[in-house]
């Protein structure tokens, strides 16, 4: 018998989870295009599970084709759709994306969202959006404590130092380099408004992903020689590199 050309393996990865509260094709396009605009290296490409349990159905004309094709327009690849009803389950499956059961509670939560604007948004992500650039750079930012999981820490204009663990599904964001002296569980997002030189420096490398300048490695890219050890993130080129301190 011939050794196969493949194995199947189960695996966890992150990616972007698309949560539709309600949905009109005009502001969809706008609001989720003002959202990437904030981060726009960090969505191209991004694998997207797009959310329907929390959709106001009453107040929404969703068209699943058309949906697909905003989200592809604006960069992202949707690869599923989230808690379909079952009156609709044939119209998401005929978009060609996978239908998947909905969340069952381990999901991340989140920190609470931003106060809500007058005119309520049709779709929100389930990252927070960035604060406004600031027109002068701001000092380096300081975390002493652990950033524990559903927590979300972004750096302004600099570098972030944080001198505790950042958990599993704690997010840490930079416009610089970030530096963690705990472990690194979360996720760590360096250069996060384009700046290719960032790097992420940690003394415990076990993200769930790293990303600089909008490129970004999942858990399963980290080799047995980083893996929990003091490492650092660089991009080269188009390629984020994992290299041992």
Do not use: W
């Given at each position: 018998?011939?050794?196969?050309?493949?194995?199947?393996?189960?695996?966890?990865?992150?990616?972007?989870?698309?949560?539709?509260?309600?949905?009109?094709?005009?502001?969809?396009?706008?609001?989720?295009?003002?959202?990437?605009?904030?981060?726009?290296?960090?969505?191209?490409?991004?694998?997207?599970?797009?959310?329907?349990?929390?959709?106001?159905?009453?107040?929404?004309?969703?068209?699943?084709?058309?949906?697909?094709?905003?989200?592809?327009?604006?960069?992202?690849?949707?690869?599923?759709?989230?808690?379909?009803?079952?009156?609709?389950?044939?119209?998401?499956?005929?978009?060609?994306?996978?239908?998947?059961?909905?969340?069952?509670?381990?999901?991340?939560?989140?920190?609470?969202?931003?106060?809500?604007?007058?005119?309520?948004?049709?779709?929100?992500?389930?990252?927070?959006?960035?604060?406004?650039?600031?027109?002068?750079?701001?000092?380096?930012?300081?975390?002493?404590?652990?950033?524990?999981?559903?927590?979300?820490?972004?750096?302004?204009?600099?570098?972030?130092?944080?001198?505790?663990?950042v958990s599993e599904g704690a997010e840490v964001?930079?416009?610089?380099?970030?530096?963690?002296?705990?472990?690194?569980?979360?996720?760590?997002?360096?250069?996060?408004?384009?700046?290719?030189?960032?790097?992420?420096?940690?003394?415990?490398?076990?993200?769930?992903?790293?990303?600089?300048?909008?490129?970004?490695?999942?858990?399963?890219?980290?080799?047995?020689?980083?893996?929990?050890?003091?490492?650092?993130?660089?991009?080269?080129?188009?390629?984020?590199?994992?290299?041992?301190?």
């Amino acid at each position: 018998m011939s050794t196969p050309d493949f194995q199947l393996k189960g695996s966890t990865v992150t990616v972007v989870v698309l949560e539709l509260h309600r949905y009109t094709a005009d502001a969809f396009s706008s609001q989720l295009d003002a959202r990437i605009r904030k981060a726009p290296q960090l969505f191209e490409g991004s694998p997207v599970v797009i959310s329907l349990e929390h959709l106001d159905a009453a107040n929404s004309a969703l068209n699943f084709d058309a949906l697909v094709s905003q989200c592809r327009e604006l960069g992202l690849r949707p690869i599923a759709f989230r808690g379909v009803p079952a009156a609709v389950i044939e119209s998401a499956a005929a978009t060609g994306l996978a239908v998947l059961p909905a969340s069952n509670g381990r999901e991340r939560g989140m920190p609470p969202a931003e106060p809500a604007p007058a005119a309520e948004p049709a779709a929100d992500l389930e990252l927070r959006p960035l604060p406004q650039r600031a027109s002068q750079a701001r000092a380096t930012r300081t975390v002493t404590r652990p950033v524990r999981s559903g927590q979300q820490v972004y750096a302004e204009g600099g570098d972030l130092i944080v001198l505790a663990q950042v958990s599993e599904g704690a997010e840490v964001l930079a416009d610089g380099n970030i530096h963690i002296y705990g472990a690194l569980r979360g996720r760590a997002l360096a250069g996060v408004h384009g700046d290719v030189s960032a790097r992420i420096f940690c003394q415990h490398m076990d993200a769930e992903l790293i990303s600089v300048a909008g490129h970004f490695l999942l858990s399963d890219a980290l080799t047995d020689a980083v893996y929990r050890k003091p490492a650092q993130v660089t991009l080269q080129g188009d390629v984020l590199n994992i290299s041992a301190l």
